[in-house]
């Protein structure tokens, strides 16, 4: 069981150019998650996903597109950088209280993608 | 929507010694607050969580109380060691919703020797 596998870990862009933060879990969770993390500003959520195939926007969505065509897998797009966006983002995944499962909505997070934007 | 603060920003304590984090939140329809833990470099991760129909919750060293009426829950570590220096962010939400988290901006603990 791999959990939550982001990939890559690292990436330096250059203002304007496009990359693909990919997102896998294992776990067979419905709801998958893209946070950003900046210096004292905590977690914020970019986008959200409570299915496959469905998509919707979090606190900070702006520069940011989403996809999910498998239940495992979770896309964010930033199709073209700026400064602004250089920041660590975490894949979160978890489980829907009505499961009844015992953990839900606990949040299984990834090991991080430290993005930076020149 | 919900607003989480924390405080302190950062909080240095003895080795041996207890800390205490607060965080207050706005919706009064929130009714799950997790703890999440994050070690420099890695992942966050549950530590502990609270539910709005208890009002502490306790796991060997760690507990955390939960004020409704005040709108604000704290996380309490007892005898503090080198492994506790960490980031901690606490986090609002409802149970029944697909799980909006809104978490606080982090606490920097850092456990002196």
């Known amino acids: 069981n791999a959990g939550v596998t982001q990939t890559p870990k690292f990436r330096v862009l250059k203002t304007g150019q496009s990359m693909t933060l990919l997102c896998a879990q294992d776990?067979?969770?419905?709801?998958m998650y893209w946070y950003r993390q900046d210096p004292g500003m905590g977690l914020r959520l970019i986008h959200y996903s409570v299915g496959e195939g469905t998509t919707a926007k979090g606190e900070v969505p702006d520069g940011y597109n989403v996809s999910r065509l498998k239940k495992q897998n979770f896309l964010l797009g930033l199709e073209s950088a700026a400064p602004s966006q250089t920041s660590v983002y975490f894949c979160a995944s978890s489980y829907p209280s009505r499961t009844g499962l015992s953990g839900a909505n606990v949040l299984t997070f990834g090991a991080g993608s430290r993005l930076t934007v020149l | 929507g919900e607003n989480v603060e924390q405080h302190p920003s950062t909080l240095s304590v003895q080795e041996g010694d207890s800390a205490v984090i607060k965080c207050t939140y706005s919706d009064s329809a929130s009714n799950y607050f997790p703890w999440y833990k994050q070690e420099l470099g890695k992942r966050p991760q549950l530590i502990i969580d609270?539910?709005?129909?208890?009002g502490e919750k306790k796991d060997q060293r760690i507990a955390v109380t939960l004020n409704k009426t005040a709108k604000h829950f704290s996380l309490h570590i007892t005898e503090t060691q080198p492994e506790d220096s960490a980031v901690y962010f606490c986090a609002a939400s409802l149970t029944d919703s697909w799980g909006k988290f809104q978490f606080g901006a982090g606490t920097q603990v850092v456990v002196t020797p």
């Open positions: 776990m067979n969770h419905e709801y």
């Open positions: 609270i539910r709005s129909n208890v």
